[in-house]
């Protein structure tokens, strides 16, 4: 594996949320506290309260999110606990913390979707969840409560539903590589009529994002909307150069666009925002103007209003048909067009008209993944 300044980057910001472990925004629920009440909204349409768990000796709330990959690391062994447990008197119930709109766009970088209710949805049914997927992240009343640190974050009620586990799922996001199973272990204890051996553990993920980083995302985006923006000319050479993809061991996403074509103005601020996700990977974005060489100051004066602080090109020569056979010789022409191609020069997504942008982060993912992986999946 080899690691990018990003990507370590990125490591330090996580090892910095489990410190927090020890300085948490909010203390972390007690043992042998009262399970707190709750009325939370989950993806299958129901509202979920401790009442719909009544005849479960034990109850188990895993704090749980979309973006965090360490989170995604989980979820198979989530859903193996339940199928393990089910039919056994075990309730379990999965509940995203975060405000969705903390969470920055550079801290989606390892994953398909955000945090809101409505990606709650496509994530459950997408990857799917044998448990309920409830939401507390407009208000985090209960998340407050309970001082949810990170994602995965479990807590574990006996049948009077008082706290008696809280901690991680296991010790290993690699699952090859688990050696104490602190969750199942518990919940074996707890239907045995026992003690568990362990009672706490830390948790590692990513730290919740309070609502009172919203302010701090706020920041951020102003920030990058002042970043400089640039646009070069490109004829044929430049343009076989560009879809070649030779030797920059990066993903590259090529986007053909018009200030004239309506679907492309219509998703450009969805597209330049693909940018501000990935970019701290080995990932670059790439627009074209499919526009004539002098349209280049009404180009630059869009691209500028859009923040669009990218590699920006347009069109070099009048010959529009043979800078067309030089980027993509599949491409009918119809715009938008765009390319998702390799390190390997491979195009791995290719779409013409608008774009699918889930299939395509859908698609960049696991193609990033492959050169530099999330140091918690295995190779």
């Given at each position: 594996m080899r690691y990018t300044p990003a990507l370590l980057l990125a490591c330090l910001a996580l090892f910095m949320s489990v410190g927090?472990?020890?300085?948490?925004?909010?203390?972390?629920?007690?043992?042998?506290?009262?399970?707190?009440?709750?009325?939370?909204?989950?993806?299958?349409?129901?509202?979920?309260?401790?009442?719909?768990?009544?005849?479960?000796?034990?109850?188990?709330?895993?704090?749980?999110?979309?973006?965090?990959?360490?989170?995604?690391?989980?979820?198979?062994?989530?859903?193996?606990?339940?199928?393990?447990?089910?039919?056994k008197g075990v309730g379990f119930l999965a509940i995203n913390p975060n405000h969705a709109d903390a969470?920055?766009?550079?801290?989606?970088?390892?994953?398909?979707?955000?945090?809101?209710?409505?990606?709650?949805?496509?994530?459950?049914?997408?990857?799917?969840?044998?448990f309920p997927f409830a939401d507390d992240g407009p208000t985090q009343a209960l998340s407050m409560k309970f001082g949810v640190i990170a994602t995965p974050h479990v807590f574990i009620f006996d049948q009077q539903r008082k706290l008696r586990f809280q901690g991680r799922i296991d010790d290993s996001?690699?699952?090859?590589?688990?050696?104490?199973?602190?969750?199942?272990?518990?919940?074996?204890?707890?239907?045995?009529?026992?003690?568990?051996?362990?009672?706490?553990?830390?948790?590692?993920?990513?730290?919740?994002k309070w609502a009172d980083k919203v302010a701090d995302n706020k920041r951020w985006r102003e920030k990058v909307r002042n970043e400089p923006v640039s646009l070069e000319r490109a004829d044929a050479a430049a343009l076989r150069e560009l879809r070649a993809n030779a030797g920059t061991g990066k993903v590259r996403m090529i986007n053909v666009w018009a200030t004239w074509c309506g679907p492309c103005v219509s998703e450009f601020d969805e597209l330049v925002e693909q940018n501000l996700i990935f970019r701290q990977r080995d990932f670059e974005l790439v627009t074209l103007a499919a526009q004539f060489p002098d349209e280049e100051a009404k180009v630059l004066k869009f691209l500028q209003k859009k923040h669009a602080s990218t590699r920006n090109l347009i069109f070099g020569s009048t010959d529009k048909y043979a800078l067309v056979e030089a980027l993509d010789p599949e491409w009918n022409g119809a715009l938008p067009h765009t390319l998702l191609i390799d390190p390997e020069g491979k195009v791995i997504y290719r779409q013409t008209g608008s774009i699918d942008f889930l299939a395509l982060r859908r698609a960049i993912v696991p193609a990033l993944n492959a050169i530099t992986p999330w140091p918690g999946l295995s190779e």
């Open positions: 927090r472990a020890f300085a948490a925004d909010y203390p972390v629920l007690p043992l042998g506290s009262d399970l707190p009440d709750f009325n939370l909204p989950a993806v299958d349409g129901k509202n979920y309260t401790p009442a719909d768990f009544k005849s479960d000796k034990v109850l188990v709330l895993i704090f749980t999110s979309n973006h965090c990959p360490t989170a995604q690391a989980y979820e198979g062994r989530i859903k193996k606990l339940v199928t393990a447990y089910r039919g969470v920055r766009l550079d801290e989606m970088a390892y994953t398909d979707l955000g945090d809101t209710f409505e990606e709650m949805k496509i994530r459950s049914e997408y990857a799917g969840f044998n996001e690699r699952e090859d590589l688990v050696k104490h199973r602190d969750t199942a272990n518990a919940i074996e204890a707890l239907l045995a009529g026992k003690e568990p051996a362990v009672t706490t553990t830390r948790v590692f993920g990513c730290s919740t």
